[in-house]
């Protein structure tokens, strides 16, 4: 058994508590630290104060002076942090890095401005005008710009992160590589706007208009863009990845090469919109508006678009890979070379639509329409197509093998060359069909299908006997 002396073991515990002492005023130091650099110290005189035309007058020319010679003994920075200067005049003034942090500028004429690296972090700005101001660099974090006028102002660089700019007027206003993180913009109108690579990661632009804004590459993840009008905005190469954009208008937009996974785009507005190369992985665009969009090359695996309409569209090798697309509108559109492996629509219109080299193997579309459609060279393989109307359409060369058939209609129908290796043919309807130079067609598949007069059979296949006709709903 070990034994310890009373003395050794008083020593121990001092040393320990003197620990426990050090460790304390190291955290306590921390914690100050912390909270001087979250809460900057406001040294000013007029702190919470009013300040007269007559000062400030003086306050802005001293401070002009600073700018020009910071040697200059009868100059000085102005510092009015935390003042109240509602409705001050200072348009036109030279303010580049002043200290405004935390100041009440309700109403305060700003109108071509120079704000330029301002210290503006949580100033109070609600209905300010500062048009035609310049805002580059300027620290506008948390800063309250509710109904504020900044239309041509510029504010390249500019911090403003969680801002709120409800209802603020930034047309043709320039913020490029501006820090927007946060920022409440609803409602506020960016038309025509300059926001080249800003970022507004998880910004609320609900309701914002951004007709013609230029957000190439911009970072607009997780941004809330519902029901904004982005009518012909140029978002190349932007990040709209968890993008919240259900009706929202991007009517003509040019997304060309963005970034829209997991995106919602319900019952959106996409009429002519450029999505060449988009990434729209498992996105929703459920009951959205894509007639005459361009989506060449688009990614949309796994993607919604139960019920979308794409009127015309352009899709030509776009993946679609186990996309959704249970009665969404492909009329006349474009999908050849597109890949719809595992892909599953339910009554999916496909109508007059050029289909060839299609690449759909093991999909689904049941009471699918592919009428007058061009389906050249198209594989179908272990595809289940039960009840689709291809009536009048260009199979040729079509791969068919191991597909389900059952009760679809092929009336007219070329299918020169195309492949019936083991379909199921079963009361499938080839009245006026060409099957002439079908390959692996056999006599068991045709006695169970339905050929008329008119029906062209390859050599040394017998045209079975007429299909009974189809009983009524209620007949015995």
């Not at 004429?109 to 048009?131: C, I, P, R, W």
């Not at 609803?186 to 609320?204: H, I, R, W």
């Not at 069909?433 to 006695?447: D, F, H, W």
Request: proline residues 3%; charged residues 20%; negative net charge.
């Amino acid at each position: 058994m070990t034994r310890f002396s009373i003395p050794t073991v008083f020593v121990g515990m001092i040393i320990l508590l003197g620990l426990a002492a050090s460790w304390a005023w190291a955290a306590g130091s921390s914690a100050s630290t912390a909270t001087s650099l979250a809460v900057p110290l406001c040294k000013s005189p007029y702190k919470q104060k009013s300040v007269s035309a007559k000062t400030l007058e003086a306050l802005v020319r001293s401070h002009e002076r600073w700018l020009e010679y910071r040697g200059n003994p009868d100059a000085k920075r102005m510092e009015l942090c935390q003042a109240d200067l509602s409705r001050a005049a200072l348009a036109g003034a030279n303010l580049e890095r002043v200290d405004l942090e935390g100041t009440v500028l309700r109403q305060a004429k700003l109108s071509k401005t120079n704000l330029a690296q301002a210290s503006l972090a949580g100033a109070d700005l609600t209905k300010a005008v500062l048009e035609d101001g310049n805002l580059s660099g300027a620290d506008l974090r948390r800063a309250r710009l509710t109904g504020a006028n900044l239309s041509r102002a510029i504010g390249d660089e500019a911090a403003l992160f969680d801002a709120i700019l409800v209802g603020a007027n930034l047309r043709e206003a320039s913020f490029e590589r501006a820090q927007l993180e946060g920022a409440d913009l609803t409602s506020a109108d960016l038309t025509d706007g300059n926001f080249v690579e800003a970022y507004f990661y998880g910004a609320t632009l609900k309701g914002a208009v951004l007709v013609n804004a230029d957000l190439t590459g911009a970072d607009l993840r997780r941004t809330v863009l519902t029901n904004a009008n982005l009518h012909r905005a140029n978002l190349q190469g932007a990040l709209l990845d968890h993008a919240q954009l259900e009706g929202a208008r991007l009517i003509e937009a040019d997304m060309e090469s963005a970034y829209l996974d997991e995106a919602n785009l319900r019952n959106a507005n996409l009429k002519e919109a450029i999505l060449r190369g988009a990434d729209l992985r498992y996105a929703s665009l459920h009951g959205a508006d894509l007639h005459d969009a361009d989506l060449e090359g688009a990614n949309l695996e796994q993607a919604d678009l139960v019920k979308a309409d794409l009127h015309s569209a352009k899709l030509p090798m776009a993946i679609l890979y186990h996309a959704v697309l249970d009665e969404a509108d492909f009329l006349d559109a474009n999908l050849t070379r597109a890949v719809l492996i595992g892909a599953k629509g339910l009554r999916t219109n496909f109508m007059n639509g050029d289909l060839s080299e299609l690449y759909a193997p093991k999909s689904s579309f049941q009471h699918a329409q592919f009428n007058r459609a061009t389906l050249e060279s198209a594989n179908f393989v272990g595809a289940d197509l039960r009840g689709s109307n291809f009536s009048h359409s260009n199979m040729t060369h079509a791969n068919l093998q191991d597909t389900n058939l059952q009760d679809a209609t092929f009336v007219s129908i070329n299918l020169s060359g195309a492949r019936l290796d083991s379909a199921d043919l079963r009361r499938a309807n080839f009245a006026g069909a060409n099957l002439s130079s079908v390959i692996g067609l056999t006599q068991t598949q045709l006695n169970v299908a339905c050929v008329d007069d008119k029906t062209k059979l390859p050599p040394g296949l017998s045209r079975p006997a007429p299909c009974s006709s189809p009983k009524k709903q209620g007949q015995p």
